[in-house]
């Protein structure tokens, strides 16, 4: 049961507020910004999802590389398109805020970069991956030569078993001893 | 990459769906931690700080050795890797499992809960309170965390010199100022009126003042100024005697001196140890530099669009620069020794270049002092703003070096020939180097002014009373009228440099302004400001003890002044700056300005005698002798505890032990390093013998069976929960019996 009525009461704030890591500042300002995205015609309607399309106007996802991946990851919705209801909208803030665990936000970066959902990072992720980073046009991007020579670096550091490719464990564990990734996976409202 | 032929990795082909796999009891194990735990972590895995989540990793790590003593489910729901109705369900799985427990134990859950609540709701409104959390929030949305590190530790030095100066007025200040008002009687350090070297001529002007020299005096902190809280001098209460107790004014002076040293140096240790314990590990070899560019590298919490892209080319530029570097330390192990031998040379001579620099401003500033302090005896004012340009000699002597020798250092490193992150950090080595040591110069031709009585002559005070009757307040006006300067400086810069810079590069395009560019904020520079800055309050704050409230004044203004000009002016820098090796350099060259202002603190309360006309150390030699006085007058016990505390034996047996409890840490830690080489050795090899005996396997399973249709197998990804395994699919299982597969992707 998700809620778009125009208020929260306060049972389901007290639920939401042990389910994620948000405050009730947060549940409360997250409530109010997924409002504002619900057509008009809906807005009463219970447990509404929001298209992909409108997601990606929130300045906060506009301009992120990753936009429609995360969408993606963090939809339920059966038929995968990346539609969003306030109960994934408020997973997808819990795992980006400022208390999360560092399992939680090294899982869901995990699923992010899958670009092809296989479970784990293969070569062709990694390629995908470096070329949102860097921009993805074709004077962004760096030569095949040196994605390939990007590429074996990334997974002699990152690949334990030498199979070619990085799993969830291998991922969690270099991410562990990444100082930068904590502060740098953080979405706030 | 594999070498062995059978078993070659191709990322393009990959291996099918074996039923075997699922059994095993490493796949096992990952399906069950993730349903419900065996890492029992209990507490909330960080504290709503901003690095909160790294205490999250020593959690986990932790928990992981206490795994087998703890029964599961007792994670909390929202650490689950679930969606929303899925951690719906798996609560009310729990409520109905709790009710099981009991009146007592659900009392206690929900007690518990509440608590947690309660907790969480407190660190939630203390930090709402933190200053500037709205300002640092809008940086961090445009410029990204890099540069949000430089403003956080503002924040930092902000609350830092706010905590001196509480403790400054709380012990020293206070008591004087409720002398009035308390039952208090207050015994003088009246200097002995016939020693010659106790005249103390008043310096408050006399007569028509007119009022540029009030002017002049505000900046220079002279007349009226001089004889207020402002400065050493005005201190003249030696003891306060109560009905029941003597405070003992002198000893809290040097006892309050020592205590805002360390507690500035245990605060800002304690800041550091998080980024240090990683600074030290990263620095191991460039350990992981692509893996947490690549995966680390983006910053979430940028929203503005031009920012994005910079960050886009930012993170370009740095792979490329990483790739590049990679390609260089290959060819620097082809160097012949010819070339090793002149890069040598170079260096040295570029070396020894750069002690002469560096000398040279030494000199200058020395001459400077000198010139400056001359001048000031002599009383001949010529003109109002000749008169300030001679008291402000030094401080413009230094603020001019420190402007012309980074210049001069970053041309000097492209002959030297360094990796470039070795030249970022050479460079800045000796940009703190000279800034720091500055200070150090112009407080040394202070001591030497000080302590010169003439050609020859001894010094009948200990130093030179005709002409420094109280030597204390004139080393706080020095230091006061350092700290102004810098402060006018860097709001002149921004005001009357970067400003038109902007305006001339926005609105007259030509050679000239595509050359000079748009303004960077480059985060080292700013750093050694203010550092600076800081390093000036510490020194100071023993002869001017109000310097503190100013130095907080400064910094708040500073803040809103550098935000102004990151908004307004500038553009983020090609090179960014990482937040936890930034975080980790500011703490560093922080605790280098710490230092050195101990230096010239200890030695001017050690060495040299303090003034006899004034402060309220007059009746001692030095102001260090407070202290053993006071000891003597302790009773016998206490007495000798803190004289066995400062002999030779305890300081020896000390450092004997100290230098073992490092040797041995250092040694635990090489042999850790040495064990999990070893463990990850023997990972790959298990992998490598799983995925053999696996194919053996298929192939005898497949030779007793008749062969499969191709269609029997199914691609895994869409009916497993693929996310906790490693396991490939899609290949065709018929290639498995006619030859080994080229490759496969079975593994842990």
Redo the contacts between chains.
């Keep these: 049961m998700g809620a778009t009525a125009s208020q929260l009461d306060k049972g389901m704030l007290?639920?939401y507020?042990?389910?994620?890591?948000l405050?009730?500042?947060e549940i409360l300002l997250a409530h109010k910004r997924f409002s504002e995205l619900v057509p008009k015609e809906e807005i009463d309607r219970i447990n509404c999802r929001i298209p992909m399309s409108l997601i990606l106007t929130l300045?906060?996802l506009?301009?992120?590389?990753?936009n429609e991946r995360i969408c993606k990851v963090?939809s339920?919705s059966d038929i995968k398109d990346g539609s969003l209801s306030f109960?994934?909208f408020?997973?997808l803030l819990?795992a980006?805020s400022?208390?999360?665990?560092?399992?939680?936000?090294s899982?869901?970066?995990?699923?992010i970069?899958?670009f092809d959902?296989?479970?784990?990072l293969?070569?062709?992720d990694?390629e995908k991956?470096?070329n949102c980073?860097?921009?993805g046009t074709d004077d962004?991007n760096?030569t095949p030569d040196?994605m390939r020579?990007?590429i074996d670096?990334?997974?002699e550091?990152?690949d334990?078993?030498?199979?070619?490719?990085v799993?969830?464990?291998e991922?969690q564990h270099?991410?562990?001893?990444?100082?930068?990734?904590?502060?740098?996976?953080?979405?706030?409202l | 990459?594999?070498v062995d032929p059978v078993f070659t990795?191709n990322?393009s082909e990959r291996i099918t769906f074996i039923p075997l796999l699922d059994q095993l009891p490493s796949y096992q194990s990952?399906l069950y931690r993730r349903k419900s735990s065996t890492i029992a972590?209990k507490r909330?895995?960080?504290?709503?700080s901003?690095?909160?989540?790294?205490g999250?990793?020593k959690s986990?790590?932790s928990t992981i050795n206490r795994h087998d003593d703890k029964e599961p489910e007792v994670r909390p729901?929202?650490?689950l890797?679930m969606?929303?109705?899925d951690?719906?369900r798996e609560?009310e799985k729990r409520t109905v499992k709790a009710q099981d427990l009991g009146n007592w134990g659900q009392w206690q859950r929900n007690t518990r809960?509440y608590l947690k609540?309660m907790k969480?709701?407190s660190e939630?409104r203390l930090n709402?309170m933190k200053l500037w959390r709205r300002d640092i929030?809008q940086i961090e949305a445009r410029f990204g965390?890099g540069i949000l590190s430089y403003f956080s530790f503002l924040r930092f030095l902000v609350v830092l010199n706010l905590i001196i100066f509480l403790l400054m007025f709380c012990f020293i200040m206070l008591p004087i100022i409720i002398i009035p008002y308390t039952s208090g009687n207050a015994t003088y350090s009246h200097p002995d009126s016939g020693n010659v070297c106790s005249v103390y001529p008043s310096s408050a002007r006399r007569g028509l003042v007119i009022f540029h020299e009030h002017i002049t005096d505000l900046l220079s902190g002279g007349g009226f100024l001089e004889q207020t809280y402002l400065f050493y001098g005005f201190y003249k209460v030696d003891k306060i005697h109560y009905p029941s107790c003597t405070y003992n004014l002198a000893l809290a002076y040097l006892l309050t001196t020592i205590s805002y040293l360390l507690v500035s140096l245990i605060w800002i240790v304690k800041r550091s140890a998080t980024?240090f314990k990683?600074?030290l590990?990263?620095d191991e070899d460039s350990?992981?530099c692509?893996?947490?560019k690549?995966?680390?590298?983006?910053?979430?919490?940028?929203?503005?669009?031009k920012?994005?892209?910079l960050k886009?080319?930012s993170?370009?530029y740095e792979?490329?620069t990483d790739?590049e570097e990679?390609r260089m330390k290959q060819e620097k192990a082809k160097r012949t020794r010819k070339d090793k031998c002149q890069i040598y040379t170079v260096r040295f001579i570029l070396n020894l270049f750069v002690i002469a620099v560096l000398a040279g401003c030494f000199y200058s500033i020395y001459l400077a002092t000198t010139f400056s302090q001359e001048h000031q005896r002599n009383q001949v004012k010529v003109n109002f703003i000749v008169d300030l340009i001679y008291e402000y000699l030094p401080s413009i002597v230094i603020t001019m070096a420190n402007f012309i020798t980074p210049l001069l250092f970053s041309v000097i490193i492209n002959y030297e020939d360094y990796s470039p992150a070795f030249e970022i950090r050479f460079t800045l080595i000796r940009c703190v180097f000279m800034r720091l040591t500055s200070i150090g110069v112009l407080l040394f031709s202070l001591w030497s002014q000080i302590t010169n009585c003439g050609e020859g002559v001894k010094c009948i005070c200990g130093y030179n009373a005709t002409l420094y009757s109280c030597w204390e307040t004139r080393v706080g006006q020095e230091m006061y009228k350092l700290t102004i300067f810098d402060f006018i400086i860097i709001a002149a810069v921004t005001i009357l440099v970067e400003f038109p810079r902007k305006l001339i590069v926005t609105y007259w395009k030509s050679g000239f302004s595509k050359w000079w560019g748009e303004q960077e904020f480059g985060i080292p520079q700013n750093v050694l400001e203010i550092v600076y800055g800081q390093t000036i309050c510490w020194i100071g704050t023993f002869y001017c003890p109000l310097l503190p409230a100013i130095c907080t004044i400064k910094y708040f203004f500073i803040f809103y002044i550098k935000k102004l000009s990151l908004i307004k002016n500038c553009r983020p820098s090609t090179r960014p700056f990482?937040?936890?090796?930034s975080n980790f350099f500011f703490l560093g060259v922080l605790l280098i300005g710490l230092a050195l202002a101990c230096v010239p603190v200890g030695v001017s309360v050690a060495q040299i005698n303090c003034s006899q006309a004034c402060g309220p150390f007059v009746n001692y030699t030095t102001s260090w002798e407070a202290l053993p006085t006071a000891v003597s007058e302790l009773s016998l016990g206490p007495k000798n505890f803190l004289h066995a505390l400062s002999s030779e034996a305890f300081a020896v047996s000390f450092f004997v032990v100290s230098c073992l409890a490092m040797f041995y840490v250092i040694a635990l830690a090489g042999a850790h390093k040495k064990v999990i080489k070893q463990l990850?050795e023997q990972?790959?090899m298990?992998?490598?013998d799983k995925r053999y005996l696996i194919l053996m396997l298929c192939q005898a399973q497949g030779l007793s069976r008749p062969q499969p249709s191709s269609s029997s197998s199914k691609p895994r990804?869409c009916s497993?929960p693929?996310?906790?395994?490693?396991?490939?699919?899609d290949f065709p299982q018929g290639l498995l019996l006619v030859h080994p597969p080229p490759n496969?992707?079975t593994?842990?």
């Design positions: 007290s639920e507020q042990e389910l994620t890591f405050t009730k500042q300045p906060e506009k301009s992120n590389p990753f963090f339920t109960d994934d408020l997973d819990s980006f400022d208390s999360a665990t560092l399992e939680i936000k899982h869901y970066a995990f699923r970069f899958d959902d296989d479970g784990t293969g070569r062709h990694l991956l470096v980073l860097t921009g962004t760096l040196e020579q990007l670096n990334i997974l550091e990152s334990i078993d030498k199979d070619g490719t799993n969830l464990s991922f270099v991410i562990s001893r990444s100082p930068d990734f904590v502060s740098s996976f953080k979405i706030v | 990459m594999e990795i990322s990952l972590n909330r895995g960080s504290s709503r901003r690095f909160g989540s790294i999250s990793v986990t790590v729901i929202r650490e890797t969606s929303m109705k951690k719906r609560r809960r609540r969480e709701d939630d709402s929030h965390t980024g990683q600074n590990v990263k350990f992981q692509f893996c947490n690549i995966f680390a590298g983006w910053d979430f919490c940028i929203t503005n669009e920012a994005a892209e886009r080319s993170l370009l792979l490329r790739l990679e990482r937040a936890s090796s990850k990972l790959d298990e992998g490598q990804s497993s693929s996310y906790h395994t490693s396991f490939n699919s496969s992707s593994h842990v």
